[in-house]
């Protein structure tokens, strides 16, 4: 057929919803459109002569749409609910023209829907409708397309939350209305058609998306974890990775700031293995912190991806690899590995050295990625390598058979200390010490490694916290005689997966040399103390399971450890923790909280993962408080304020239970508020914490371990530097769509006891406490010097020795200075 036989094109049809009950919003849409189309036959609305404003958006909108909807008829469909728009859109194609569905014009009010964003019913209602659309009706359902007019007008705006679609408040005057969609029509016009051009030309499946989500799920299956904070570079591989791990049953973790993403990839590494994918956008690959060289020392497993420049581009914008800087150094210099991936043709042998370096198990893996290998589409995919098998360091025979010598047949005291344990590890470590009468400490870095509970059953081996700062009572009682340390052949520690950093111990390097026999196991040997007797470089759990294996006990060594652990006192060692001034001390706080907690455990069942910050408070509940299992401390590492709270949401949202959180006021000053993205996961992905989260908020006012160090050891009363300013927000409960966030004050906690003991096993609630404490020196072990307080249990004699050589240390300073 010649093209002169064909059949004329019929002109496209744009079709305009108009949604709601009143006349008058259908009616102000039909002159709008009319007024834009310069239609002769509407008769004019009239609004042009008396705002000025109206009619010039007309006439610009005129001038656009004469020519680009040229040939191209707009129709108005009226209907009362979103619910009808499937049956009218329809209806309206029924004759068989295809039609583009323009705009969706919505008044919320009138067709019965809320546009708050905590509550709203517009998102679901256009899902609906996007699956009932008919063939013939093209339509995306996007911000160019849906126009929501919410009637807001006396509610208080309780949230914003930017939607797929455009909100705004319905105006009051019928001219305002008009004006605007005349300019969503003119906007739709003008960027629709572009917009399906970028849909089109966007890669199909983005290369590097696919090597790694492909990397992941063959290590961790639907373990590993998405952690992103968007940006322009990173947004079309956020985008794909997102509905990737949707698709797989991964966990989609976002946070308040780059540095919250890495905390809460840390905290999942420790508690769970669970490796991870981070992305962020060019420049921000210093938005991290401290958190890197935290990642780095605990091995975590993972990739972090920031995007960067082209190579040779000229002094570009936020890049960080170019002729200027090298961000490389700097991640060299913390001994991070890294790869640059800025060749799409190169991208297979990159990733495969990525993947190797993964593999040599030394920490995250850094790619900085270029634009062009961000976006290159898959062309074959990258191979997957097998995993490397985990290599095995063996115990040597006759260290392993010297250990089991010691730890079965030499009568003397014996204390492990224990860094981080999978299950069988642990399991193994109790056993043994059952076996052995062994007593049991944790660590300040690594609280809950083993702890005073198993499986709800107490753990009579366990003494509790045994480190730098947080020291406890029985820990000290074990290890001391009369205030003094024993002596080194009476006793030894045996420091279990752990490097021996100076937080995990009270003793100077003198003592640690000289004063203590130390037995040290460790995968790595580079981690040997010099100070260890007994240096065991092996695989822990290997390690266990031979010793279990050869253990034989003495029945006398038995004995003499059973006797040596029943004598400490389970005690605070201290009496203000007894005595209900307010504000609280931390230790009247934490003991009566402990107390609670200890009831939950061994009547209810109850479990929990603890979160500890860096600071008076948190370290007070590490020492006092009854835990369940193993929980996450920011003083690991680099002890960086703060990243214990921002860990909060990825392992509240990730755990099956409870999860209490201590963070102390100055802290919290210095990171961002965790509440919006809890509420935002809650809202836009459905997803709760699986238990209770409760936030403690310790509230005194200053940085007590600086004003604790000032006033022990220079004399310094509070001052300048030591003070924070905490506004105290008022209390209150409200509801985020299907996510609760209470918030109370706690003066005194035995007000507020019966209340915790319920709201601590509410699951889902998001609970924020603000305890408002005093600031003290006194127990918790914050100082070693603190051992031999007036307060204790026991008054050794070196109390009074260390009192007068004070007092004549102090005559004397005050004869020199003529006081």
Same mark, same amino acid.
């Given at each position: 057929?010649?093209?002169?036989?064909?059949?004329?094109?019929?002109?496209?049809?744009?079709?305009?919803?108009?949604?709601?009950?009143?006349?008058?919003?259908?009616?102000?849409?039909?002159?709008?459109?009319?007024?834009?189309?310069?239609?002769?036959?509407?008769?004019?609305?009239?609004?042009?002569?008396?705002?000025?404003?109206?009619?010039?958006?007309?006439?610009?909108?005129?001038?656009?749409?004469?020519?680009?909807?040229?040939?191209?008829?707009?129709?108005?469909?009226?209907?009362?609910?979103?619910?009808?728009?499937?049956?009218?859109?329809?209806?309206?194609?029924?004759?068989?023209?295809?039609?583009?569905?323009?705009?969706?014009?919505?008044?919320?009010?009138?067709?019965?829907?809320?546009?708050?964003?905590?509550?709203?019913?517009?998102?679901?209602?256009?899902?609906?409708?996007? /699956?009932?659309?008919?063939?013939?009706?093209?339509?995306?359902?996007?911000?160019?397309?849906?126009?929501?007019?919410?009637?807001?007008?006396?509610?208080?705006?309780?949230?914003?939350?930017?939607?797929?679609?455009?909100?705004?408040?319905?105006?009051?005057?019928?001219?305002?209305? /008009?004006?605007?969609?005349?300019?969503?029509?003119?906007?739709?016009?003008?960027?629709?058609?572009? /917009?399906?051009?970028?849909?089109?030309?966007?890669?199909?499946?983005?290369?590097?998306?696919?090597?790694?989500?492909?990397?992941?799920?063959?290590?961790?299956?639907?373990?590993?974890?998405?952690?992103?904070?968007?940006?322009?570079?990173?947004?079309?591989?956020?985008?794909?990775?997102?509905?990737?791990?949707?698709?797989?049953?991964?966990?989609?973790?976002?946070?308040?700031?780059?540095?919250?993403?890495?905390?809460?990839?840390?905290?999942?590494?420790?508690?769970?293995?669970?490796?991870?994918?981070?992305?962020?956008?060019?420049?921000?690959?210093?938005?991290?912190?401290?958190?890197?060289?935290?990642?780095?020392?605990?091995?975590?497993?993972?990739?972090?991806?920031?995007?960067?420049?082209?190579?040779?581009?000229?002094?570009?914008?936020?890049?960080?690899?170019?002729?200027?800087?090298?961000?490389?150094?700097?991640?060299?210099?913390?001994?991070?590995?890294?790869?640059?991936?800025?060749?799409?043709?190169?991208?297979?042998?990159?990733?495969?050295?990525?993947?190797?370096?993964?593999?040599?198990?030394?920490?995250?893996?850094?790619?900085l990625v270029s634009r062009a290998v961000l976006d290159a589409p898959v062309s074959e995919p990258v191979p997957v390598p097998p995993p490397r098998p985990a290599a095995v360091l063996r115990v040597a025979e006759g260290t392993l058979a010297e250990v089991a010598r010691l730890v079965g047949r030499e009568p003397v005291r014996m204390l492990w200390q224990c860094g981080t344990l999978d299950r069988e590890e642990r399991e193994l470590t109790y056993d043994i010490a059952r076996s052995a009468g062994l007593a049991l400490a944790d660590s300040p870095i690594r609280p809950?490694?083993?702890?005073?509970?198993?499986?709800?059953?107490?753990?009579?081996?366990?003494?509790?916290?045994?480190?730098?700062?947080?020291?406890?009572?029985?820990?000290?009682?074990?290890?001391?005689?009369?205030?003094?340390?024993?002596?080194?052949?009476?006793?030894?520690?045996?420091?279990?997966?752990?490097?021996?950093?100076?937080?995990?111990?009270?003793?100077?390097?003198?003592?640690?040399?000289?004063?203590?026999?130390?037995?040290?196991?460790?995968?790595?040997?580079?981690?040997?103390?010099?100070?260890?007797?007994?240096?065991?470089?092996?695989?822990?759990?290997?390690?266990?399971?031979?010793?279990?294996?050869?253990?034989?006990?003495?029945?006398?060594?038995? /004995?003499?450890?059973?006797?040596?652990?029943?004598?400490?006192?389970?005690?605070?060692?201290?009496?203000?923790?007894?005595?209900?001034?307010?504000?609280?001390?931390?230790?009247?706080?934490?003991?009566?909280?402990?107390?609670?907690?200890?009831?939950?455990?061994?009547?209810?069942?109850?479990?929990?993962?603890?979160?500890?910050?860096?600071?008076?408070?948190?370290?007070?509940?590490?020492?006092?408080?009854?835990?369940?299992?193993?929980?996450?401390?920011?003083?690991?590492?680099?002890?960086?304020?703060?990243?214990?709270?921002?860990?909060?949401?990825?392992?509240?949202?990730?755990?099956?239970?409870?999860?209490?959180?201590?963070?102390?006021?100055?802290?919290?000053?210095?990171?961002?508020?965790?509440?919006?993205?809890?509420?935002?996961?809650?809202?836009?992905?459905?997803?709760?914490?699986?238990?209770?989260?409760?936030?403690?908020?310790?509230?005194?006012?200053?940085?007590?371990?600086?004003?604790?160090?000032?006033?022990?050891?220079?004399?310094?009363?509070?001052?300048?530097?030591?003070?924070?300013?905490?506004?105290?927000?008022?209390?209150?409960?409200?509801?985020?769509?299907?996510?609760?966030?209470?918030?109370?004050?706690?003066?005194?906690?035995?007000?507020?006891?019966?209340?915790?003991?319920?709201?601590?096993?509410?699951?889902?609630?998001?609970?924020?406490?603000?305890?408002?404490?005093?600031?003290?020196?006194?127990?918790?072990?914050?100082?070693?010097a603190g051992a031999s307080g007036w307060q204790r249990d026991d008054l050794p004699e070196l109390a009074f020795t260390i009192a007068r050589a004070a007092r004549r240390a102090g005559q004397s300073a005050r004869r020199r200075s003529g006081r």
């Amino acid at each position: 057929m010649h093209s002169s036989d064909q059949p004329a094109a019929l002109p496209e049809r744009l079709l305009a919803v108009s949604v709601g009950k009143a006349p008058g919003f259908h009616d102000t849409v039909t002159a709008a459109l009319a007024d834009a189309l310069g239609d002769p036959s509407a008769h004019p609305a009239g609004w042009a002569g008396h705002h000025p404003a109206y009619g010039e958006t007309v006439r610009r909108a005129r001038r656009f749409l004469g020519r680009a909807l040229a040939g191209q008829q707009v129709e108005q469909v009226r209907v009362d609910t979103l619910s009808e728009v499937a049956d009218a859109l329809r209806e309206a194609v029924d004759g068989g023209r295809p039609a583009t569905l323009a705009l969706l014009l919505v008044d919320a009010v009138g067709a019965g829907l809320s546009a708050d964003p905590l509550t709203e019913t517009v998102g679901p209602a256009l899902h609906e409708l996007r /699956a009932g659309l008919p063939q013939d009706v093209r339509a995306d359902l996007s911000a160019y397309t849906v126009q929501v007019y919410a009637d807001d007008a006396g509610a208080p705006e309780r949230a914003r939350l930017a939607p797929p679609y455009t909100v705004r408040r319905l105006p009051g005057e019928p001219w305002l209305l /008009a004006a605007d969609v005349v300019r969503a029509l003119a906007d739709f016009a003008q960027f629709h058609d572009a /917009a399906d051009v970028l849909r089109e030309t966007a890669p199909p499946a983005r290369a590097l998306a696919d090597a790694l989500t492909g990397f992941l799920a063959a290590r961790a299956g639907t373990a590993w974890g998405l952690h992103y904070y968007t940006g322009s570079l990173v947004t079309g591989l956020i985008g794909e990775l997102e509905q990737t791990a949707e698709r797989s049953g991964n966990p989609v973790l976002r946070g308040p700031s780059e540095h919250g993403l890495a905390c809460g990839a840390l905290a999942r590494w420790q508690l769970d293995g669970a490796p991870f994918l981070i992305v962020v956008t060019n420049g921000m690959v210093d938005e991290f912190r401290g958190t890197l060289a935290n990642l780095r020392e605990a091995r975590a497993r993972g990739f972090i991806v920031c995007a960067d420049s082209e190579s040779d581009a000229w002094f570009p914008f936020q890049g960080t690899v170019h002729g200027a800087e090298d961000s490389r150094e700097v991640l060299r210099a913390r001994r991070l590995r890294s790869c640059y991936l800025d060749d799409p043709a190169r991208l297979p042998q990159d990733l495969a050295e990525a993947f190797e370096a993964y593999e040599a198990d030394q920490g995250p893996v850094v790619l900085l990625v270029s634009r062009a290998v961000l976006d290159a589409p898959v062309s074959e995919p990258v191979p997957v390598p097998p995993p490397r098998p985990a290599a095995v360091l063996r115990v040597a025979e006759g260290t392993l058979a010297e250990v089991a010598r010691l730890v079965g047949r030499e009568p003397v005291r014996m204390l492990w200390q224990c860094g981080t344990l999978d299950r069988e590890e642990r399991e193994l470590t109790y056993d043994i010490a059952r076996s052995a009468g062994l007593a049991l400490a944790d660590s300040p870095i690594r609280p809950g490694s083993v702890a005073r509970y198993r499986d709800g059953e107490r753990v009579p081996e366990y003494l509790g916290t045994f480190g730098m700062f947080g020291c406890s009572a029985r820990v000290h009682d074990y290890l001391h005689r009369d205030g003094r340390l024993r002596r080194k052949n009476e006793q030894s520690v045996l420091f279990l997966k752990s490097r021996i950093a100076e937080l995990t111990t009270p003793f100077t390097p003198r003592v640690l040399d000289r004063g203590l026999h130390i037995v040290q196991v460790t995968h790595d040997p580079a981690h040997l103390a010099p100070f260890a007797d007994l240096p065991v470089p092996a695989d822990a759990r290997t390690f266990l399971r031979e010793l279990r294996e050869r253990l034989s006990v003495a029945p006398e060594v038995l /004995a003499l450890r059973q006797r040596a652990i029943a004598e400490t006192r389970d005690s605070a060692s201290d009496m203000v923790h007894q005595l209900p001034l307010l504000p609280m001390s931390p230790n009247y706080f934490f003991h009566r909280l402990g107390a609670v907690l200890d009831d939950l455990i061994v009547h209810q069942g109850y479990t929990y993962t603890g979160l500890y910050d860096v600071g008076r408070g948190a370290m007070s509940a590490i020492r006092n408080l009854p835990r369940t299992g193993p929980g996450f401390s920011g003083w690991y590492g680099r002890a960086l304020m703060g990243d214990a709270l921002q860990a909060a949401p990825a392992v509240a949202l990730t755990r099956e239970g409870n999860v209490l959180a201590f963070v102390g006021d100055g802290a919290l000053g210095l990171v961002p508020d965790i509440v919006p993205t809890l509420v935002q996961q809650a809202v836009l992905y459905g997803a709760r914490p699986g238990g209770n989260l409760s936030v403690f908020r310790l509230v005194d006012g200053g940085h007590s371990v600086i004003r604790t160090y000032r006033e022990t050891q220079s004399g310094a009363t509070a001052d300048r530097q030591t003070r924070i300013l905490h506004l105290l927000e008022p209390e209150g409960r409200q509801h985020y769509g299907p996510l609760t966030v209470t918030h109370r004050h706690i003066g005194d906690i035995a007000d507020s006891e019966d209340e915790l003991r319920a709201r601590l096993q509410e699951p889902g609630v998001v609970d924020l406490y603000s305890v408002l404490l005093s600031h003290n020196n006194e127990g918790d072990g914050m100082n070693l010097a603190g051992a031999s307080g007036w307060q204790r249990d026991d008054l050794p004699e070196l109390a009074f020795t260390i009192a007068r050589a004070a007092r004549r240390a102090g005559q004397s300073a005050r004869r020199r200075s003529g006081r």
